[in-house]
């Protein structure tokens, strides 16, 4: 079993930047396909981007293409999501997870799940 903690949210204006990360613990990173995803008040978890298990294919959900960036590093047991040119339609929580298959959209291909961390864009 892996376990997953994400960090790196926080309160942000419209325009600005932020990081996450999400660092593995329990069995290596390395092992899994991971995948971002967020949900916001009233709302489902909706697909953010998710990385292959190597990290040579990515892919992204069309409301983030271009402005948002997922990677891995292996070594570190890390994956990270870096956001740019954030607007408040980007608030929501975000969780990492992992998947033992592959790499996905689905929330439900997904075995692992972090506790998620808070972003929120002001306007």
């Known amino acids: 079993q892996v376990q997953l903690v994400e960090s790196g949210g926080g309160l942000v204006q419209t325009g600005g930047s932020l990081r996450l990360s999400c660092v593995a613990s329990?069995?290596?990173?390395?092992?899994?396909?991971m995948g971002w995803f967020r949900q916001a008040p009233g709302k489902e978890r909706e697909f953010v981007a998710a990385?292959?298990?190597?990290?040579?294919?990515?892919y992204y959900a069309d409301s983030v293409k271009g402005r948002f960036t997922i990677s891995r590093d292996n070594a570190k047991n890390t994956v990270y999501l870096q956001m740019n040119s954030l607007t408040p339609e980007d608030t929501a929580i975000y969780y990492c997870?992992?998947?033992?298959?592959?790499?996905?959209?689905?929330?439900?291909?997904?075995?692992?799940w972090g506790q998620g961390t808070q972003v929120t864009v002001s306007s």
């Open positions: 329990g069995r290596p990173l390395s092992r899994y396909g």
């Open positions: 990385i292959s298990k190597s990290g040579c294919s990515t």
């Open positions: 997870a992992a998947d033992n298959m592959g790499y996905s959209s689905a929330p439900s291909a997904y075995d692992y």
